[in-house]
C-alpha cells in the first residue's frame, strides 16, 4: 500500500510540476478538489471491517491495552518522533530551499519523484533484509541515511546537486517506513495491529508534523536553512540511538501477548 503511495506522489509530481511551471500554482486547488472527490467516491466503495474485541478487564480501550501489552512500545514511538520530526522538516522546507537556490516547480517536482520513485523498490528491498539484517539494524541505518540527506541540503548549492541527492533519502525513508510497520507487526498480537499501526502513524506525521513544522518555520525564517537541515539531521540521528536501544532485533519480541496458533483442519 505505501509502495503505491509513493508511486502515485511520483507521477503527480512530475505531471504537475509540468503543470504549475507553466500555469502557475492557480489550478492546485481545482486539482485537490478533482482528486478529493474521486477519492471520496473510491473509498466508499471499499468495505469496512469488524472492529476488534478487546480484553474486557482493560479499560481505555485498545490503545491503553497496546502499551499494557508492550512496555517497550513509548520508547520505540519516541524513537519515531525523533526520526520523523527530521524527516518532516526536510519534506516541508526542501522545495523552499530549491526555489532560494534558484529553481521552481518543475525543480521541486523532480526531486520529490525522483526520491519518491526509489522508495518503491527499496520498500520491497527492505521488507527481504529485515529477517537478514533485523529491525533495529534496518531503523538505524536507515535513520543515518536520511540524517546524511539532510545535512547535504543544507549545504549543497544548486537544485540539481539537491536532486542528485534524492536517491539517498528515498532508500533511507523506504527503510524507516518498513521498520516502523514491522516493529509494529512483530511486538503486538493480531487484535491490536490496527491500534499498534494507527500510533506509528499518529507519530510519524501527526506529532512530528506539528514539531517540525512549527519549529522548522521558525527556525528557518530566523538563523535559515543551514541551521534548519543540521538540527533535523541531529535529530534523525538521536532517532537511531534511541531506535537502537528500543527496536526489536531478530529474536521473538520480549513482552508481547503471543496469539494462540492455529489449529489445522479447526
Same mark, same amino acid.
Given at each position: 500500500m505505501r509502495a503505491l503511495t509513493s508511486a502515485s506522489f511520483a507521477v503527480a509530481s512530475v505531471a504537475l510540476g509540468l503543470v504549475y511551471g507553466v500555469a502557475g500554482y492557480g489550478p492546485a486547488? @481545482?486539482?485537490?478538489?478533482?482528486? $478529493?472527490? +474521486?477519492?471520496?467516491? !473510491?473509498?466508499?466503495?471499499? &468495505?469496512? *471491517?469488524? =472492529?476488534?474485541? @478487546?480484553?474486557?478487564?482493560?479499560? $481505555?480501550? +485498545?490503545?491503553?491495552? !497496546?502499551?499494557?501489552?508492550? &512496555?517497550? *512500545?513509548? =520508547?520505540?514511538?519516541?524513537a519515531i518522533g525523533l526520526v520523523y520530526s527530521g524527516v518532516l522538516a526536510g519534506f516541508t522546507f526542501l522545495p523552499l530551499r530549491i526555489v532560494e537556490l534558484g529553481g521552481g516547480a518543475p525543480e521541486v517536482a523532480i526531486a520529490s519523484a525522483v526520491s519518491a520513485a526509489v522508495e518503491i523498490g527499496a520498500m520491497v528491498a527492505a521488507g527481504r533484509l529485515v529477517p537478514r539484517i533485523g529491525l533495529r539494524v534496518l531503523f538505524g541505518a536507515s535513520a543515518l541515511l536520511y540524517a546524511v540527506s539532510l545535512a547535504l541540503w543544507g549545504?549543497?548549492?544548486?537544485?540539481?546537486?539537491?536532486?542528485?541527492?534524492?536517491?539517498?533519502?528515498?532508500?533511507?525513508?523506504?527503510?524507516?517506513?518498513?521498520?516502523?510497520?514491522?516493529?509494529i507487526q512483530r511486538l503486538l498480537p493480531a487484535h491490536l495491529q490496527g491500534s499498534g499501526q494507527a500510533l506509528f502513524t499518529i507519530t510519524a506525521t501527526g506529532v512530528a508534523g506539528v514539531l517540525a513544522n512549527i519549529g522548522g518555520g521558525l527556525v528557518y525564517g530566523g538563523p535559515g536553512a543551514g541551521t534548519l537541515f543540521a538540527i533535523a539531521a541531529g535529530l534523525a540521528v538521536a532517532g537511531a540511538v534511541v531506535g537502537w536501544t528500543a527496536l526489536p532485533d531478530r529474536g521473538a519480541p520480549s513482552g508481547a501477548r503471543p496469539e494462540p496458533e492455529s489449529v489445522p483442519g479447526a
Open positions: 486547488a @481545482l486539482v485537490f478538489g478533482v482528486f $478529493g472527490v +474521486a477519492t471520496a467516491i !473510491a473509498g466508499g466503495r471499499v &468495505p469496512d *471491517l469488524g =472492529r476488534a474485541t @478487546l480484553a474486557a478487564h482493560r479499560r $481505555g480501550g +485498545a490503545i491503553r491495552e !497496546a502499551f499494557a501489552v508492550q &512496555p517497550a *512500545l513509548p =520508547r520505540i514511538l519516541v549545504v549543497l548549492p544548486s537544485p540539481e546537486a539537491i536532486i542528485v541527492s534524492r536517491p539517498v533519502s528515498g532508500v533511507g525513508y523506504a527503510g524507516l517506513w518498513i521498520a516502523g510497520v514491522m516493529t
